[in-house]
């Protein structure tokens, strides 16, 4: 199935939220718009990418919470770490 140019941007506006990138929104729903994508599309996708952002953020702040813990991961080595 190949996807049409609607829905790769609806796609990228679900994805600009999730990475809370507004510059990334702006361009994206946009162009969702101008691929034919109506408001309602584009504000469901935004519904979908801060379930995303949320599920995320809710595993990340459980996994911070364990890492004061005794027998907490190991910190990753340098080639894992980000910055």
Known sequence: MKLDDRIKELIAVGASIAANCQPCLE????EA???????QEIMDAI????MVRRGAA???DKFA???AQPGSP??????DACG
Do not use: W
């Open 33 to 39: 718009r101008k691929s034919g994508a109506d408001g």
């Open 58 to 60: 809710s595993k990340i």
């Open 47 to 50: 519904e979908v990418g801060k």
């Open 65 to 67: 919470a364990t890492l």
């Open 27 to 30: 361009y994206h729903a946009g």
């Open 74 to 79: 190991a910190p990753a080595s340098s080639d």
